[in-house]
């Protein structure tokens, strides 16, 4: 199945702002955002024709929810394209500790289900057509795909539905499991094999979650399937150590937030446990040669573009004998809202993903206002900054009350400044890396020394940080350099609090970095490990060159293949490190933990900032520090602060939390000003305090997507040549060449196997043609043939398909 995008289209998405609005404030464009819980997608059409809300945190893939979102005067909805839907196995065992078989165990069985599943059944019939086939973990709407396409096409042939090989292929593992067969039913020590499946009780999931459980039924297992909605599932698949065995199968989803230009990370995430902290992945026995591959990608260990896309290649090809994740489809989300709403809406994370969405959500038919928004689930996991909730609905939220050094393009991906002033990116010299926009600057060097003083480690004994002289006195070199200036006034820029941002917030989420995976450490956490490895990796140092204006220095052996990227990947973070001290403090009394795995070790709770027992625990340790003038490591952060900031600090933290209930400090457009677990609402207001102008990013309306149209004859006879032509355009408006990156095509047998691809030839502005050649059709042979094209563009980064069908024949 081809991806269509010309076939819907978002309503409203270029509605403009009031007039009256215009200059009128900083920062946000509303007053309130009110955040409530609608678990039941069935009401979203009553309740904005209703007018008590305007806004839906909900992707949907149901028709009948776009008709009628489409045939209401009243309501509009936007598109996205960053959703895939999973299978997440427990890899755990064989023997879990109940003495229960964990037949997932096996690589090969969860290879198996690869082909045991039907993706066009599941895309077609449980998803109306709002979805596509997916078979890999890059996703469909993403450069790579296309960038990839001989490779992907030749890997979703081979593990096309084959209900039979999967079957053989259970067999084969079951039996190297010590199991074995008693007329339909799987055995194992004498007890049948169970699988335990968590489903979603949303409504394509509930049935993709049945189809999956009937299927695995037929080929001989017992299935218990547990209904669960988002919130109730979260707390078995991913807070539950994956030995106890409550479950064996989840079916989930992962969402995008912004378009990823570049998914090389994704093996590593995905099958391996540098993914996560969390349980689930630290159960994850990847096969050596397969981890080692994926660290690479990770790392961009490679020399060239070319080496790049066969460790690509080799890796995804890999991934499929891992199968930690079966994934099934891509989806096509609706998102619903008002008509008299717009907000800058994501290509890949849509309106939960958007990272533009707290600075450009708005009525259009007046200024400020109170906008009610409906989401699934409110507080899945507790929020922390650290090793917090990763689940989208908190984390929508969440971005609204922080204000990142960048932010993503919605269409492409691509990086643009918000808090820094330029950057100046270095990498040696034939490294595959490019420059997109004029706001950075890109060379390249022979030989990149790194500083004498740059800090390459942390020392916890001595709490302080280890430079590149000590560890390297003979000097060292790195493959990248990104150097990053600031905005000139950064430093007068506040917390929610107050308090004003100091040094001591840049340094303190470095020194967890290190500290969190340091034996030495009372932070130590044993899952935070793969993830610091994998970072010390590239990581070649970094330094503050100056603070005023601050200038940071970044050295690093991983590289990105856009330079924004890497500006991006580079950029140090912040944390309000009075807010943290007291967290610190109470994760090394054990009564609180950043992570949900130390949580889980040690008997405490996982941290919350905003709701929850750790409140209590929070407020013990402020009246603490504020009577003894507690600095986390004080050694490296105390000369860095202010005399009179540690008083300060905890002051107006003390009047923060006292006005509003929580302990969620923040930066962004958004203030976190209550929060109702029992009720189910949070509240948000507009910091009034926030330096930008209202309409800065308001220059996002809507999406230039490629629709191209392909012709071509019907009929060619063996031994001719052949002509097709490809239309591109957007809106009825030829599609210019200078916006397009590149158009590929690919030529397939009526196997479906890969002959030939190549590019397509540029004509006049909108119009391609692709000449295929009497030898190239002759290996075709007889029968029906498909010709492809995928079209990529520099306005938007999704990229475009379009297929035509043709037969060869003999003379």
Do not use: C
């Amino acid at each position: 199945m081809l991806l269509s995008v010309g076939l819907l289209s978002a309503g409203g998405t270029t509605a403009a702002l009031a007039e009256p609005f215009e200059g009128s404030q900083g920062g946000a464009l509303v007053d309130e955002v009110v955040f409530t819980r609608v678990q039941d997608a069935g009401q979203i059409p009553r309740l904005i024709d209703g007018g008590s809300h305007h806004l839906f945190a909900h992707g949907s893939t149901s028709v009948a929810l776009l008709r009628q979102l489409r045939d209401s005067p009243r309501a509009g909805y936007d598109l996205s394209w960053g959703t895939a839907t999973d299978l997440r196995l427990n890899t755990a065992g064989p023997i879990l500790s109940d003495g229960r078989l964990d037949p997932v165990h096996a690589p090969e069985i969860r290879e198996a289900l690869n082909w045991l599943i039907d993706r066009h059944h599941i895309a077609d019939e449980l998803y109306g057509g709002l979805a596509v086939p997916r078979l890999l973990p890059i996703g469909n709407a993403f450069p790579d795909y296309a960038r990839l396409a001989p490779v992907v096409r030749e890997l979703e042939q081979y593990y096309r539905y084959d209900p039979a090989r999967a079957r053989a292929a259970i067999e084969t593992g079951m039996r190297r499991l010590g199991a074995e067969r008693r007329g339909a039913t799987w055995y194992h020590a004498g007890e049948p094999v169970r699988i335990i499946a968590i489903i979603r009780t949303e409504t394509e999931r509930r049935r993709l979650g049945d189809y999956v459980a009937d299927r695995l039924a037929a080929e001989g297992f017992v299935v218990e399937r547990i209904y669960r909605n988002v919130a109730e599932s979260s707390r078995i698949w991913l807070g539950t150590d994956p030995l106890d065995g409550a479950w064996n199968l989840f079916l989930g989803a992962w969402m995008a937030t912004r378009i990823v230009r570049d998914q090389a990370d994704n093996l590593s995430f995905y099958y391996t446990r540098r993914g996560r902290p969390d349980s689930w992945w630290q159960a994850f026995d990847p096969d050596p040669e397969f981890d080692a591959l994926a660290a690479r990608l990770e790392n961009r260990d490679y020399a060239d573009w070319e080496e790049r896309q066969r460790l690509m290649a080799r890796g995804l090809a890999m991934a499929l004998k891992e199968s930690t994740n079966v994934w099934t489809v891509g989806q096509l989300n609706v998102w619903p809202r008002a008509a008299n709403v717009a907000l800058a809406v994501d290509l890949a994370g849509g309106v939960a993903g958007s990272a533009l969405w707290p600075y450009t959500l708005r009525f259009t038919d007046r200024p400020g206002g109170r906008v009610v928004v409906g989401s699934p689930s409110l507080l899945t996991a507790p929020w922390n900054p650290v090793a917090g909730s990763q689940w989208i609905y908190d984390q929508m939220i969440t971005r609204a009350l922080n204000d990142p050094l960048l932010l993503p393009d919605p269409y492409t991906g691509l990086f643009w400044p918000q808090r820094i002033a330029t950057a100046e990116v270095t990498v040696e010299q034939g490294a595959p890396v490019v420059r997109n926009h004029d706001w950075l600057a890109l060379d390249f060097a022979e030989r990149i020394p790194v500083a004498d003083d740059a800090w390459i480690d942390w020392d916890a004994k001595a709490e302080r940080f280890i430079t590149v002289a000590e560890r390297y006195p003979d000097g060292l070199q790195a493959r990248s350099r990104v150097r990053i200036t600031f905005e000139a006034d950064f430093w007068q820029r506040r917390w929610h609090d107050g308090s004003p941002l100091s040094p001591a917030d840049l340094l303190l989420p470095m020194i967890l970095t290190f500290d969190r995976g340091d034996e030495a450490s009372p932070l130590l956490d044993p899952a935070h490990r793969p993830a610091l490895d994998a970072f010390r990796h590239h990581f070649r140092g970094w330094r503050i060159v100056s603070e005023q204006p601050l200038v940071v220095e970044v050295y690093s052996d991983q590289i990105h293949p856009d330079a924004e990227t890497m500006v991006a990947a580079r950029a140090p973070s912040l944390l309000p490190w009075h807010l943290i001290a007291l967290a610190i403090e109470a994760e090394r009394e054990g009564s609180l933990a950043f992570s949900s795995n130390k949580a889980d070790r040690i008997g405490a709770e996982w941290l919350s900032l905003a709701s929850g027992p750790s409140l209590p625990v929070l407020r013990r340790q402020l009246v603490r520090a504020q009577a003894e003038g507690i600095v986390p490591y004080p050694r490296a952060l105390a000369p860095r602060l202010a005399s009179d900031e540690v008083a300060t600090r905890y002051d107006a933290l003390d009047r923060w939390q006292r006005e509003r209930g929580h302990f969620y400090v923040g930066n962004g457009p958004f203030m976190l000003h209550r929060v109702h677990p029992v009720e189910g609402s949070v509240v948000l207001r507009r910091n009034p305090a926030h330096p930008d102008p209202a309409q800065r990013w308001l220059r996002f309306t809507a999406p230039a997507i490629p629709e191209p149209l392909l012709q071509g004859p019907l009929l060619v006879e063996r031994g001719e040549a052949a002509t097709f032509t490809l239309s591109v355009t957007h809106d009825g408006t030829p599609y210019p060449h200078s916006a397009i990156e590149r158009i590929d095509w690919l030529l397939f047998d009526s196997h479906y196997r890969l002959v030939a691809h190549g590019s397509a030839v540029p004509q006049t502005d909108g119009q391609w043609r692709i000449d295929l050649a009497a030898e190239q059709l002759a290996a075709l042979g007889t029968g029906a043939n498909t010709l492809e094209v995928a079209v990529t563009s520099h306005a938007v980064a999704l990229p475009a398909f379009a297929a035509h069908h043709f037969a060869t024949v003999l003379e």
